[in-house]
């Protein structure tokens, strides 16, 4: 993946055209999923489809007028800083919530994008037009937000935006290491306490676990996204919440192991591991929009074919 300060002028007004055609169909695709059941956003997503097709004609003909006609392919994927989108958009039937909450992470996104770009433009043409958009992205985070709200200012609806995007990008590495350190973990934990017999050797084992995996998932978050585009905040300071609660996950059921019962230890870390699968299961439903009995399902079969291994790898 390219870094946004590696790229050319040439490829940022390229990605600006990729991301203006890719925001125009998903705003489609909303359209389509809400024309029956609700139909006046539809209508509001159709006109946001349209005016992004407006931007990326806007854009492709200052590229044409600038650099010629073969524009490059380079999309949001291939550059760090920008947030991974689920396909909310093929979702029938499409949840009005989920798509306005999306479409104002998107503009946001966009108005960023812009902000940034025209930061570091020399030309006076493409920092006007850059300049354009920014406030036209302000506009159409206000409309997302004013879908199934009454209205409210542009700054307001903004702020509001920010702070999802805050609570998409920035907590959720913190879940996402919760997750990892309460499951990934379970294995050594279990597999040391059936093959050891002892729980001082197993409080060892799950502490190394949880410390080894709390520094891996740290440093992996640090280096996925340098923030420049999604406001996620400094790398490593997302890296070292994504570590910390990594830690944490695994700690919870390494810290029983401090009983010196092996069993009495073995049967609390159990309870423990249950109530984590059950606030991470609650924690996805809440903040991710993951429905309670899925969520449930995917986090405790997750936990329990982890669990499993770790007995049967323990018990050979």
């Known amino acids: 993946m390219r870094s946004f300060e590696s790229l050319s002028e040439s490829e940022v007004l390229a990605l600006a055209i990729t991301l203006e055609e890719e925001d125009a169909k998903i705003y489609d695709n909303f359209a389509d999923g809400l024309r029956k059941t609700n139909p006046t956003e539809a209508a509001e997503f159709e006109l946001m489809r349209g005016q ?50 999306m479409s104002e992470v998107m503009e946001v996104e966009s108005k960023r994008y ?9 030309d006076a043409g493409v920092r006007q037009l850059l300049g354009d958009l920014v406030e036209e992205e302000r506009k ?11 209205p409210e200012s542009t700054v307001e609806s903004d702020e509001k935006a920010r702070k999802r995007l805050f609570l998409l990008q920035v907590v959720q590495p913190g879940l996402a290491g919760l997750m990892d350190g309460s499951v990934s973990t379970l294995a050594p934990l279990f597999a040391a306490v059936f093959a050891t017999h002892n729980s001082h050797d197993t409080f060892l084992v799950g502490m190394a676990a949880s410390i080894g995996a709390g520094i891996s998932m740290g440093f992996a978050e640090a280096m996925s996204d340098d923030g420049s585009l999604t406001g996620r905040g400094r790398p490593w300071t997302r890296g070292a919440v994504c570590g910390l609660m990594t830690t944490a996950g695994g700690l919870g059921h390494t810290l029983p192991f401090l009983i010196p ?3 009495v230890a073995t049967g609390v870390a159990i309870c423990v591991v249950a109530v984590e699968l059950g606030v991470i299961a609650w924690i996805r439903k ?16 997750g936990g329990f074919l982890v669990f499993l291994a770790g007995i049967l790898i323990g018990s050979a």
């Open 52 to 101: 992004e097709d407006g931007h990326r004609h806007r854009l492709t003909e200052l590229y044409r007028s600038r650099f010629g006609e073969h524009i490059p392919l380079i999309r949001r994927q291939d550059v760090k800083g920008f947030s991974e989108r689920r396909p909310l958009w093929l979702e029938r039937p499409l949840p009005l919530k989920s798509a306005k909450e």
């Open 114 to 122: 812009y902000e940034t770009a025209a930061r570091r433009t020399t």
């Open 140 to 150: 159409h985070v206000a409309l997302a937000a004013s879908m199934d709200a009454g």
């Open 261 to 263: 019962a092996v069993h």
């Open 286 to 301: 809440r903040y991710m929009d993951t429905p309670l009995l899925s969520a449930i399902f995917q986090v405790v079969l």
